[in-house]
């Protein structure tokens, strides 16, 4: 694949739910595999930034893996909240200071 | 410290004027990036600059789009007579530059024009 693709496109789940979400990127020249949370209105706040072939990371009740032989990374959120509701980006890039490519995000809708 | 910074937040200009978007880095960042999302799109990259070298414009959609960094800190995005396709939330993310783990990217709020 040459570009990053993301599944689903959107998410409606209700409180407690745990879920994840997939990103997929091309697995040659890769440098590191980016998550961001995107709030309407807000600035994209980063959630990990992930380099090596298994890593994993965890923040609170949120954590993703990283496969960058078969490019792709999971980000899973354990007991969903409805601050949780946001667009979650994955983003890639080939060397350091370079330009980040998206996928077109995940869309989290968590109701009580 | 202060984060990346974005002015104006909203902008509605008219088809055929043209705009300046500002973007104020995090102090001590050397690289800048300028990236929009237009509706429906994923966020795509338009131009990067790093410390003193020429600017990266491969992500520029036309020639009336241009950037610069004064001083190596502040940048203007300027849009010459706008489209009703440039209709976007443009977004400025800074990072520490070259030689950086992850070299993570912060985002500014971004500035949602609209063109009339």
Sequence with gaps: ILNVEQSPQSLHVQEGDSTNFTCSFPSSNFYALHWYRWETAKSPEALFVMTLNGDEKKKGRISATLNTKEGYSYLYIKGSQPEDSATYLCAFNTGTASKLTFGTGTRLQVTL | ?116
Excluded: M
């Design chain 2, 1 to 116: 410290g202060a984060g990346v910074s974005q002015s104006p937040s909203n902008k509605v200009t008219e088809k055929g004027k043209d705009v300046e978007l500002r973007c104020d880095p995090i102090s001590g960042h050397t690289a800048l990036y300028w990236y929009r999302q237009s509706l429906g799109q994923g966020l795509e990259f338009l131009i990067y600059f790093q410390g003193n070298s020429a600017p990266d414009k491969s992500g520029l959609p036309s020639d009336r789009f241009s950037a610069e960094r004064t001083g190596g800190s502040v940048s203007t995005l300027t849009i010459q007579r706008t489209q009703q396709e440039d209709s976007a939330v443009y977004l400025c993310a800074s990072s520490l530059g070259p030689g950086t783990p992850g070299d993570e990217q912060f985002f500014g709020p971004g500035t949602r024009l609209t063109v009339l």
